[in-house]
């Protein structure tokens, strides 16, 4: 049950650290899934019945990012652990164009050079207009940038066949570009609040709860 008590719970166990992958059965060596399950399922898994395939998929990638430290990926998850919650009764395909369409104009430009570039990037009110900026971005910077837009622009192209996993997987690596493990962090962390505001745009049932990540 999405309840205040065990949003309360679901953050006390948030809060000793997230693991890489599915991890243990205990406080502060489970991923943000598992400590979803542990709470509301009284189980040891990362699939929650209240959370959408496209929401876990997204999720599930995050997490298993290479954060500096446990305790990094556990304050970077923390508000997208609660926002989540009931997000298996919003449209999923809806939840996955956000993320694509907010990563190329919030995430990429964080990455990409001073320019017009990046300027047109953040511009896109579109996935059309957001998949010819993140294309033309694709030779700006270094290496890393340059394969930063490739993935965005790969993430809302949508060619036919393609599996929302797929996409996510594709928007999940796309800005991960930083140097440094704090960089790469900050990166993260704006990932997880770009779906944050999507899920709050979309009425997730978690939403309603956010005040108590702030307590």
Known sequence: MI????????LALVDQGLSHGLGKPEPGKMCVEAAVCSVLEGRHGDDPACVGSAVREFKINLNDQNWSTNAARAAGLRRLAIAQLGSDTISQED?????????VTEILPLVLPAGKERDRCAAATTLKEARSAADA????????????????????????GRTIATAIAEVAFAA?????????DHIRCASAELAVQILIS??????????LTEE
């Open 137 to 160: 971005a694709v030779g700006v910077g270094g290496n890393d940038v340059g394969d930063a837009a490739e993935a965005a622009y790969r993430a809302v192209a949508y060619p036919a």
């Open 176 to 184: 991960y570009a930083a140097n440094a493990p704090a960089a790469d």
């Open 3 to 10: 309840n205040a008590r065990n949003v309360k719970k679901i």
């Open 95 to 103: 939840f996955v164009a956000a993320l694509a369409l907010g990563t």
């Open 202 to 211: 979309m009425n997730c049932p978690g939403t309603k709860f956010l005040k």
